[in-house]
């Protein structure tokens, strides 16, 4: 029987924006994924800056991902105490979902730094990684990382040639302090929730 392909994307979400679902829905479509969780991260061990409340980053992945089918939302990092790691998730949703193949989702500036995750050797023999080429990095240097992390761990790591939408939840943020326009960054309901909430002022 074969397995079900389910793709992963992680992140802090604070806010979620257009490239992440862009992303998201290509890596589904590129790959044949059933469908896409996405799990917004409780406490993260790489993030020291303050983020929002862990409730409005799900009601805002909530609101994000309502509209497609394909798209799930799992609280399972939110729900869990203290720092969430990847390789803890991933071993949670093997646990609960047998039959089933996980493809991870990243950009190429966070497969860069994959040697610092939690036992990530672990991690890269039990599920497989998508990961996405970004707008400012050097396409030779990434191929060159994938095939040589490929050759050590059994060809885990796909290249993904996505849509080039430079959005990031860091500049939304920055245009919200600045009284500036985040239309077509985000999703139309996460903009509004944004406002209502008065969240990055």
């Given at each position: 029987?074969?397995?079900?392909?389910?793709?992963?994307?992680?992140?802090?979400?604070?806010?979620?924006?257009?490239?992440?679902?862009?992303?998201?829905?290509?890596?589904?479509?590129?790959?044949?994924?059933?469908?896409?969780?996405?799990?917004?991260?409780?406490?993260?061990?790489?993030?020291?800056?303050?983020?929002?409340?862990?409730?409005?980053?799900?009601?805002?992945?909530?609101?994000?991902?309502?509209?497609?089918?394909?798209?799930?939302?799992?609280?399972?990092?939110?729900?869990?105490?203290?720092?969430?790691?990847?390789?803890?998730?991933?071993?949670?949703?093997?646990?609960?979902?047998r039959n089933t193949e996980f493809y991870f989702i990243i950009g190429s500036d966070?497969?860069?730094?994959?040697?610092?995750?939690?036992?990530?050797?672990?991690?890269?023999?039990?599920?497989?990684?998508?990961?996405?080429?970004?707008?400012?990095?050097?396409?030779?240097?990434?191929?060159?990382?994938?095939?040589?992390?490929?050759?050590?761990?059994?060809?885990?790591?796909?290249?993904?040639?996505?849509?080039?939408?430079?959005?990031?939840?860091?500049?939304?943020?920055?245009?919200?302090?600045?009284?500036?326009?985040?239309?077509?960054?985000?999703?139309?309901?996460?903009?509004?929730?944004?406002?209502?909430?008065?969240?990055?002022?």
């Amino acid at each position: 029987m074969d397995k079900v392909k389910v793709g992963i994307m992680g992140g802090t979400f604070d806010p979620i924006h257009n490239g992440h679902l862009i992303l998201a829905e290509h890596s589904r479509v590129v790959f044949g994924l059933e469908k896409v969780f996405f799990i917004p991260t409780g406490k993260p061990p790489h993030k020291e800056e303050d983020i929002s409340s862990m409730n409005h980053r799900y009601n805002m992945t909530l609101l994000a991902i309502n509209t497609n089918p394909y798209f799930y939302l799992s609280s399972i990092e939110i729900q869990r105490e203290g720092t969430t790691y990847t390789i803890d998730t991933i071993k949670s949703l093997q646990s609960k979902y047998r039959n089933t193949e996980f493809y991870f989702i990243i950009g190429s500036d966070s497969f860069y730094n994959i040697h610092k995750w939690k036992n990530y050797k672990e991690l890269l023999s039990l599920c497989k990684f998508i990961v996405a080429k970004r707008p400012d990095m050097d396409d030779g240097r990434l191929e060159d990382r994938v095939k040589e992390f490929n050759k050590k761990y059994k060809d885990s790591i796909y290249i993904l040639e996505a849509p080039l939408i430079d959005i990031s939840s860091t500049r939304t943020r920055d245009r919200i302090k600045d009284g500036l326009s985040i239309k077509y960054l985000v999703p139309e309901a996460v903009e509004f929730y944004i406002k209502k909430n008065k969240l990055y002022d």
